[in-house]
């Protein structure tokens, strides 16, 4: 049974900042729930809790350290302790709106929520984890569609108001003082951010063909590029600015999680691998390439209206990949350098001043 006006909430969503963008919309709706009455925490990975601070929906937001754990096993007893916090805790309702893609997931999602105290407790139903919940979603809730759509179904398990409006991020406004000193420094010059990463090597495109596109639309458009990309990424960026011949706004590394939103959203056009800054391109209405490896766009693609992005991706018999070290990622190798190059034109045509 749902409770007709819930107070205290706990979304539980323990992913990327791809993930916690694509939820926002189910997130907002949860929030339009109690009209100023209810309180929402959310339970998150650390990378998602710096981007979460700054959303207005949230009393609390707990930080989970999972990625940590996998090169620091002491930070398991961090976890025991988050867990003991949230336990002490009595909400009335707690939700997972990620989808459970494996036993194992089910599994371990199943025993954090057996830990936690909620009079309602709702998520997807698939492999077990439905035996953990009171109010579920049938299991084929993700199959088919967009995930954004899907993690609005579990939302409505919650009660929740719905909108006609799409994804959202929000960044602290002191962040705009700290980078206006760059972009006041390229008055009139149309601004195309690269972000070559990837959560994996199967999602990310070659470094060499990022350049030879960045070098084409320098040379029609007078472009200043601007590379992105966290600390592990510096390398490829790096390799990047070596096949480009002028310069270049190497900004790989150097930009805090939580201001590159803004970065983002100062751009004419992100040329992106299938990724976290692909979401908050879509998020912050800025013109998009996406390019798609082992992934189905329909199901992550950039979630926005249609004229503001395009997605490139060949169709190979693998899809959907799960591999981490494919030897010859087919479905990236076959995208040619000409046809992003096109489709960053036609967009740059259709948004740019004439």
């Not at 003991?84 to 009335?92: G, M, P």
């Not at 980078?179 to 972000?195: K, R, S, V």
């Not at 395009?310 to 591999?323: A, H, L």
Request: proline share 6%.
């Amino acid at each position: 049974m749902i409770t007709k006006n819930p107070q205290r909430i706990l979304i539980i969503l323990i992913a990327g900042i791809g993930d916690l963008i694509l939820a926002s919309k189910a997130i907002r709706s949860i929030f339009n729930t109690g009209k100023g009455c209810v309180t929402i925490s959310l339970l998150t990975s650390s990378e998602g809790a710096l981007i979460a601070k700054a959303y207005p929906y949230f009393e609390k937001v707990y930080a989970f350290p999972i990625r940590e754990l996998r090169t620091d096993k002491k930070r398991f007893l961090d976890i025991i302790e988050l867990v003991k916090t949230l336990h002490r805790k009595e909400f009335d309702q707690i939700v997972n709106l990620y989808r459970i893609s494996t036993r194992t997931g089910a599994l371990k999602m199943g025993f954090l929520f057996s830990l936690l105290n909620a009079k309602v407790k709702i998520g997807h139903d698939r492999y077990g984890f439905g035996h953990f919940l009171t109010d579920v979603v049938p299991a084929s809730t993700f199959e088919g569609r967009h995930v954004v759509d899907a993690m609005q179904e579990i939302a409505l398990k919650t009660g929740a108001v719905l909108d006609d409006r799409g994804i959202e991020i929000f960044w602290n406004p002191d962040i705009a003082a700290k980078w206006e000193c760059i972009f006041a420094g390229l008055p009139g010059t149309i601004l195309i951010g690269i972000n070559p990463g990837g959560d994996r090597a199967n999602r990310r495109w070659a470094p060499e063909r990022f350049a030879r596109v960045a070098t084409k639309l320098i040379e029609r458009f007078n472009a200043q590029i601007i590379l992105l990309g966290g600390p592990a990424e510096r390398n490829i960026a790096s390799a990047i600015e070596s096949g480009i011949q002028s310069d270049v706004l190497n900004l790989s590394g150097s930009i805090p999680l939580d201001e590159l939103p803004y970065i983002i959203g100062r751009l004419d056009l992100l040329l992106t691998n299938d990724s976290g800054p692909m979401h908050i391109a879509a998020a912050t209405q800025t013109p998009l390439v996406a390019l798609f490896g082992p992934e189905d766009p329909r199901l992550f693609g950039p979630y926005t209206t249609q004229d503001r992005y395009r997605v490139i991706q060949k169709e190979v018999p693998c899809r959907p990949c799960r591999e981490k070290n494919c030897v010859r990622p087919l479905c990236l190798d076959r995208i040619s350098t000409d046809e992003v190059l096109m489709a960053a034109i036609d967009l740059l045509k259709h948004f740019l001043p004439q």
